[in-house]
């Protein structure tokens, strides 16, 4: 069945530092969405990627989908602690309703 | 977006019990999902929901184990029937709107004693 792998699982930044979470699919996918789910709360939708090589930017987190569509990340720069929590990519296959959950990546930040 | 709320938000329950998670979504929807999340792990889609015909269950979940019911487009129910402690985990009902973005209700976290 379609996996979508996320690395890495667990990444501890430095307040103002820059970090990057991927992911990467055994499958081409149609789309693929990325969630933010803080500590003790559910899964947030962030953004959904549709074209190959899309690049997306909200604020300091810029989206990119491969040109294969088989892989994409998540940059965040500027690290602040608002944005601690976990970072899930979901990935879809073309005619299917499900999403595919990638592991998380769980990020602390360091003040 | 939509809003999605859960009943209970928590329990804690005994082994070889049952209980029914609610799911009240604030517009009509097709889809609804419902998901397992174990402490610090991802998502694991135990069944897609839809009104008017029979839940689409994934693999490893069975329906004598997970019943689900769906009786129209703002509200769905799951049943974690004769429970054991590994049933315990957070069991997230989320709804799909017209542009495929998938929302979240916030859970309701079960512990089987």
């Known amino acids: 069945g379609q996996q979508v792998m996320q690395i890495p699982q667990y990444q501890h930044v430095q307040e103002g530092e820059d970090f990057t979470t991927y992911c990467n699919s055994s499958?081409?996918?149609?789309?693929i969405q990325w969630y933010k789910q803080r500590p003790g709360g559910h899964p947030v939708f962030l953004i959904q990627l549709v074209k190959s090589g899309e690049v997306k930017k909200q604020k300091r987190l810029t989206f990119q989908f491969g040109e294969a569509k088989k892989n994409s990340s998540l940059h965040i720069t500027a690290t602040q602690t608002t944005d601690v929590g976990t970072y899930f990519c979901a990935g879809k296959k073309s005619n299917d309703y499900k999403l595919s959950f990638g592991a998380g990546t769980t990020v602390t930040v360091r003040a | 977006s939509a809003v999605i709320s859960q009943k209970p938000s928590r329990d804690i329950c005994q082994r070889g019990t049952s209980l029914t998670i609610q799911c009240q979504v604030d517009?009509?929807?097709?889809?609804m999902f419902w998901y397992r999340q174990q402490p610090g792990q991802s998502l694991t889609l135990i069944a897609t929901?839809?009104?008017?015909?029979?839940?689409?269950?994934e693999s490893g979940f069975v329906i004598d184990k997970f019943p689900i019911s769906r009786p129209n487009l703002t509200f769905s129910t799951l049943t974690v029937s004769n429970m054991s402690p590994e049933d315990s985990s957070i069991y997230l009902c989320?709804?799909?709107?017209?542009?495929?973005?998938?929302?979240f209700g916030p859970g309701t976290r079960l512990t089987v004693t």
């Open positions: 989320s709804v799909e709107d017209t542009n495929y973005e998938q929302y």
């Open positions: 499958t081409t996918l149609s789309n």
């Open positions: 929901a839809n009104q008017g015909s029979e839940a689409t269950y």
């Open positions: 517009s009509q929807v097709t889809m």
